[in-house]
């Protein structure tokens, strides 16, 4: 867990900035990071409403969750890992998309290493979600938070996009369209990084008990054991595929790099 299924508008941070009254807009000190113009808000998906509302759609679920200690603890301590291994699929001054609000510490992170000339798009379907993150970027005004569907396709403008811990929560055809949605907002030159579970080493000590969560919690998260990420594209051609595995393969970093014609 971690991120529910969520995503991010195409509207461009002057029309962004023209929508919203003087008082909302970035570069002000204690003002939430502005939320982008969206034509009509996107419904919860079904499968999020009826598995996750515990952990995504209710406010106390904030209060029990949103912590990086958490997070850390529910990825057995590797969270800092995992996020490094992220940042360094990332370069200063880039644009880069976060196909969901994160809990824990992330997306501030993304938006201090793009610095001022960089800017990052978040967004989420859950309305408590998106304004939650809104608060931990009102420092940053080169971020953005809006309410969108990771399922949506959108125009190839990234020069990165970043799915933390997302696709293990969505049944397979969701996960399908989610994963081609995202590819297809890379831009030429550009690459999507998928940090998130994977099958781990038959022997590993902690496999049993990470399959009792996903069956308990979890109930599409083993897709990502019978399946590659990349099976979920519905093309390869353009992209080249490459996954690092880490704590004995129970998670993987998988990068598309798109090519550059």
Known sequence: MFEAHKDLTQTTADRADTAQPEAARPGKAGVPARASALHAVPAVPDYLRETYTWAYLRPLSLVIFDHPAVVSAILWGHAGRLERALLDELRPGQRVLQPACVYGDLSPRIAAFLGPGGRLDVADVAPVQAENCRLKLREFPNATVALFDAAEPRPPVYDAVCSFFLLHEMPDDYRTRVVNALLGAVRPGGKAVFIDYH??????????????????????????????????????????????TYFGGLFQKTVARRDRR
Not at 212 to 224: Q, R, T, W, Y
Not at 231 to 242: C, H, I, L, M, P
């Open 199 to 244: 099958k781990p080493h038959r022997a590993h000590p902690l496999k049993w008990l990470t399959g009792l969560v996903f069956d308990l919690l979890e109930p599409f998260a083993k897709g990502l054991w019978s399946h590659e990420i990349s099976d979920y594209a519905q093309t390869r051609d353009g992209f080249t595929w490459s996954t690092t």
